[in-house]
């Protein structure tokens, strides 16, 4: 909503600027619009799209459960979870090779430990989709550091961890030790892995 309003004053006073004098007055003429009237609307429009892209909320809280090498649950004091997919990065999936050793290198990292989740969307699953970091660490590049994940953009662009992903590549870390199938690959072949079952009480049930 910020983003449209912001958007709409700056068309209006882009108008409004090029247009000059109103054509109603007495031997008015339009001018073209000023190049220094489409510079600033220009600016004011990038402007807007940084607000956009602005995370849309924040939160800290605590991890209850890894539901997988790239979802976590994070819980803010006496509140139920909240499941949270990590920006900027895809995991392999927990039926696929590579799947588990990723969701238990994200559990020895961050389980039980208190996190700050940095919003950018919510899914179609509903999951806030952020940044989450500890300690002041990116843990979504830590993981693709490692080798437990991709770094992935929309519309197949490379991502914000590419660097880091080159850098697990080189090293042969975690999935980049042998030649791994990326995950959208595998869902496209393969669809979602089942639903792992739930015995009893869990960490994301018991906090």
């Known amino acids: 909503m910020k983003f449209f309003q912001c958007l709409r004053l700056r068309a209006w006073r882009f108008v409004s600027t090029a247009q000059g004098p109103s054509p109603h007055a007495p031997h008015a003429t339009r001018p073209a619009p000023h190049p220094a009237a489409a510079t600033a609307w220009c600016r004011g429009l990038v402007a807007c799209l940084a607000l956009c892209a602005a995370p849309a909320w924040a939160m800290t809280g605590t991890v209850t459960h890894v539901g997988d090498g790239d979802t976590v649950y994070v819980r803010v004091g006496g509140g139920r979870p909240v499941a949270v997919r990590l920006h900027g990065l895809d995991a392999p999936e927990r039926c696929q090779d590579g799947g588990p050793a990723a969701t238990a290198a994200l559990a020895r990292r961050v389980h039980r430990r208190d996190v700050h989740v940095a919003a950018r969307a919510t899914d179609t699953y509903g999951r806030t989709v952020g940044v989450l970091t500890l300690d002041g660490e990116d843990i979504g590049e830590w993981l693709v550091r490692e080798g437990h994940a991709w770094s992935s953009g929309p519309r197949g662009a490379k991502g914000p961890y590419a660097a880091a992903e080159r850098s697990a590549r080189r090293r042969h870390a975690g ?33």
């Open 175 to 207: 999935i980049f030790a042998g030649d791994p199938q990326p995950p959208w690959v595998f869902r496209k072949a393969h669809g979602a892995c089942p639903r792992a079952p739930r015995r009893g009480r869990t960490s994301r049930d018991g906090g």
